[in-house]
């Protein structure tokens, strides 16, 4: 039971270059949601998806672009990477009635 | 839209209690959930009151005034592992979560 995974772990981008986060669950889980974390800051809701098949805007969507073909993944797409989305990636995972969310080990990304 | 406040940090000794409060505004209130994260690490989940009244998880209890939107996690026995970002979050009617901004805490011996 691995829980949430998430590749990569590091990357690194040139500014306009576009790329792809993955997310996998293995716990069934309806609710998937990508978050960023910059320095000192919590965690903003870019998208989540309360199913497969469904995806919703959080509170920074703009830049990316999420699906859920698959009820066990959930991907985050960058269009055309800015310096502005240098941060800490998360996703996680819930039950649709949970109480709480599991998180993935993070992917840092650095746009140059 | 949701906003939350949480203090910036909070200092306490080994051994002591610390209890780090929350204030939030929100539309379609669902619950308040705690999380605990290391420096470099995931957030991990510790705790969540979708009513009022205080939960109780070994050392740590989280707290919930819906009336009040206010609550509060209370850390007891604290260690020197327990010195992290501790982060609430709204859980909406919609599914999703907005986190606070975090309060440092450093546990000092």
């Known amino acids: 039971n691995a829980g949430v995974t998430q590749t990569p772990k590091f990357r690194v981008l040139k500014t306009g270059q576009s790329m792809t986060l993955l997310c996998a669950q293995d716990?069934?889980?309806?609710?998937m949601y990508w978050y960023r974390q910059d320095p000192g800051m919590g965690l903003r809701l870019i998208h989540y998806s309360v199913g497969e098949g469904t995806t919703a805007k959080g509170e920074v969507p703009d830049g990316y672009n999420v699906s859920r073909l698959k009820k066990q993944n959930f991907l985050l797409g960058l269009e055309s990477a800015a310096p502005s989305q240098t941060s800490v990636y998360f996703c996680?995972?819930?039950?649709?009635?949970?109480?709480?969310?599991?998180f993935g080990p993070g992917t840092r990304l650095t746009v140059l | 839209g949701q906003s939350l406040e949480q203090p910036s940090e909070v200092t306490a000794v080994e051994g002591a209690i610390v209890q780090i409060n929350c204030t939030y505004q929100t539309s379609g209130f669902y619950g308040l959930s705690w999380y605990q994260q290391h420096d470099g690490g995931a957030p991990t989940f510790l705790s969540y009151n979708a009513l009022d009244g205080l939960e109780e998880t070994g050392r740590f209890s989280s707290f919930l005034s819906r009336s009040d939107s206010y609550g509060y996690l209370l850390l007891q026995e604290l260690q020197m592992k327990d010195s992290a970002s501790y982060f609430c979050a709204v859980r909406t009617n919609a599914g999703k979560s907005t986190f606070g901004d975090g309060t440092t805490l450093t546990v000092k011996p």
């Open positions: 996680a995972s819930s039950e649709s009635q949970g109480r709480g969310q599991f």
């Open positions: 716990m069934n889980h309806e609710y």
